[in-house]
């Protein structure tokens, strides 16, 4: 059985930094590439980074620069590292499997001051 758990969201002020983590089970990791996406109040859910099993990353064009995903293939993780966080990246964040349409329960980040 595959399971995603997220941790590391919460409360934050703007110009914050945040580091989310996945910890993944039930698949071979190291085969897989990896997801986060975020879904804000009333917006679709997006894909916000990116990461292949060989380690090529994408990034959202609003969160280039800022935040930076990671892999570590023997912790079965993938890491989200935000730095200068806005408010408008305010939202509930998710891992995924892209490939299985495997997600995560989420975790909420808040950015206000």
């Known amino acids: 059985q595959v399971q995603l758990v997220e941790s590391g969201g919460g409360l934050v002020q703007p110009g914050g930094s945040l580091r989310l983590s996945c910890a993944v089970s039930?698949?071979?990791?190291?085969?897989?590439?990896m997801g986060w996406y975020r879904q804000a109040p009333g917006k679709q859910r997006e894909l916000v980074a990116g990461?292949?099993?060989?380690?090529?990353?994408n990034y959202l064009d609003s969160v280039k620069g800022r935040f930076t995903i990671s892999r570590d293939n023997v912790q079965k993780t993938v890491y989200l590292q935000m730095n200068s966080l806005k408010p408008e990246d305010t939202a509930v964040y998710y891992c995924?499997?892209?490939?299985?349409?495997?997600w995560g329960q989420g975790t909420q980040v808040t950015v206000s001051s």
């Open positions: 995924s499997v892209p490939r299985l349409n495997k």
């Open positions: 990461i292949t099993y060989g380690g090529s990353t």
């Open positions: 039930g698949i071979i990791f190291s085969s897989y590439n």
